[in-house]
């Protein structure tokens, strides 16, 4: 299995710009997840999703977009890039029962997003 | 809101020897859980070991072992018999059941360096 996969790895935006980070897993995970994490710092969660179709608001979700319309795949799209949006992105999947034990979250290897 | 300390920025151990990294956190919850990730310089966010907080028996996970005081709220990482390759960032991570929804709330991180 490749478990859960990021692409691209590197990108470099210009201020303005519009991109779309990719995620995809393998593992048929009800949950994903988007963190950002800036230099020197833990992991913030921007959006998330416990299934097709349901997307919440994490901690930091202004300047991002989401969706989830398979399961596999949870795309994050930034619309107007902005130098405060250069971090580190990561994408995690999980496999949750409601009322079960939570599951440790399965990461990406993250994307290095650079806005100038 | 949940909230999780990692007040040792940086630390350093000796080949060989055993170091212990420090979290506390605060919660109104009862029932939640604990993790321990490793980041080393590659970037993934590898699960090290993980705490069920209605569990009194402290998890381990071959050299590594956790010190769960929930009366004090403290979980700290006990890492035994130091090897190279355990250098790294090393995140303490929290996950409740209720009012935190679904998600992993991170520390600030501890660079560990491992001398040869």
């Known amino acids: 299995n490749a478990g859960v996969t990021q692409t691209p790895k590197f990108r470099i935006l210009k201020i303005g710009q519009s991109m779309t980070l990719q995620c995809t897993q393998d593992?048929?995970?009800?949950?994903m997840y988007w963190y950002r994490q800036d230099p020197g710092m833990g992991l913030k969660l921007i959006y998330y999703?416990?299934?097709?179709?349901?997307?919440d608001k994490g901690e930091v979700p202004n300047g991002y977009n989401v969706s989830r319309s398979t399961t596999e795949d949870f795309p994050l799209r930034l619309e107007l890039a902005a130098p405060s949006q250069t971090s580190v992105y990561f994408c995690a999947s999980s496999y949750d029962v409601p009322g079960g034990r939570i599951q440790p979250q399965h990461f990406g290897d993250g994307t290095r997003l650079s806005i100038l | 809101a949940q909230t999780v300390t990692q007040s040792q920025p940086e630390m350093s151990v000796q080949e060989a020897e055993t170091v212990t990294l420090s979290c506390t956190y605060d919660?109104?919850?009862?029932?939640?859980?604990l993790f321990w990730y490793k980041q080393p310089p590659s970037r993934q966010m590898i699960l090290v070991i993980r705490?069920?907080?209605?569990?009194?028996q402290n998890a381990t996970e071959n050299r590594f072992s956790v010190n769960f005081q929930k009366a004090a709220k403290s979980f700290s990482l006990k890492i035994s018999d130091s090897q190279l390759g355990d250098t790294a960032m090393y995140f303490c991570a929290f996950r409740g059941k209720k009012s935190s929804g679904d998600k992993l709330t991170f520390g600030t991180g501890t660079r560990l360096a491992v001398r040869p």
């Open positions: 919660t109104s919850e009862n029932n939640y859980y």
């Open positions: 999703s416990v299934g097709a179709g349901i997307t």
């Open positions: 593992m048929n995970h009800n949950y």
């Open positions: 705490q069920e907080a209605y569990k009194q």
